[in-house]
């Protein structure tokens, strides 16, 4: 059973870095063609691609994001790591990691969900 | 603005059929890359509805189906109950600026 749980801070203060962790079981992300996305939704908004990690440490950044996302993995941990600089107010969303099987294929398994609010 | 574009709200009665587009262009839908289609109830987290494009994962009834052709994709859902009003996105893969995925701006299904 694949589960996935994003854990980080709920309140972070305008230009600050936010460093999101996803913690995720069911699956390794040494298995071939493997990823893990984040993606988020801003309160009543639609939903934004903004990175991803494959299996072989390959990354994609959403382009008008790329400057200021980071992706990582720890595959012993079980963990994929976002950190995003220079917080700004409309960076408040719901924070969204999930499973990708592989290649183009779709999300397939989602975190609940970490509400991010960017605030002073 | 998104990429792929839905329209923002559609709505029918119980028991009708509801079909949501998803248009998209020459650098996502149209170069061949499959569309999947994922519902968000109120609160929750999205869940995977249809993949590649007409696919549904185990435990989606068949009242829910998708279609592609060209540029653009449809989900249609038919027999319409109270317990399908959600918002529902599409997303694709664009090829563009290096490649990246893309969502659908979604859209809200009202059962009246």
């Known amino acids: 059973q694949i589960t996935l749980k994003e854990s980080g801070p709920t309140l972070v203060k305008p230009t600050q870095t936010l460093t999101l962790t996803c913690t995720f079981s069911?699956?390794?992300?040494?298995?071939?063609?493997?990823?893990v996305g984040w993606i988020r939704q801003p309160p009543g908004k639609a939903l934004e691609w903004l990175a991803l990690?494959?299996?072989?440490?390959?990354?994609r950044y959403s382009p008008s994001l790329k400057s200021r996302l980071t992706i990582t993995k720890d595959t012993s941990k079980n963990q994929v790591v976002l950190t995003m600089t220079n917080m700004d107010p409309v960076d408040t969303a719901t924070y969204y990691c999930?499973?990708?099987?592989?290649?183009?294929?779709?999300?397939?398994?989602w975190g609940q969900g970490t509400l991010v609010t960017v605030s002073s | 603005q998104s990429v792929l574009t839905q329209p923002p709200s559609v709505s029918g009665a119980p028991g009708q059929r509801v079909t949501i587009s998803c248009t998209g262009s020459?650098?996502?839908?149209?170069?061949?890359?499959?569309v999947h289609w994922y519902q968000q109830l109120p609160g929750t987290a999205p869940k995977l509805l249809i993949y590649?494009?007409?696919n549904r994962p185990s435990g989606v009834p068949d009242r829910f189906s998708g279609s592609k052709s060209g540029t653009s994709a449809s989900l249609a859902i038919t027999g319409l109950q109270a317990e399908d009003e959600a918002d529902y996105y599409c997303q694709s893969y664009d090829s563009s600026l290096s490649g990246h995925w893309v969502f659908g701006g979604g859209t809200k299904l009202t059962v009246l």
């Open positions: 020459s650098s996502n839908i149209g170069a061949g890359y499959d």
């Open positions: 999930a499973h990708l099987v592989g290649g183009y294929d779709p999300f397939d398994y």
């Open positions: 069911g699956f390794s992300l040494s298995t071939s063609g493997v990823g």
């Open positions: 590649g494009n007409s």
């Open positions: 990690i494959y299996w072989n440490d390959d990354k």
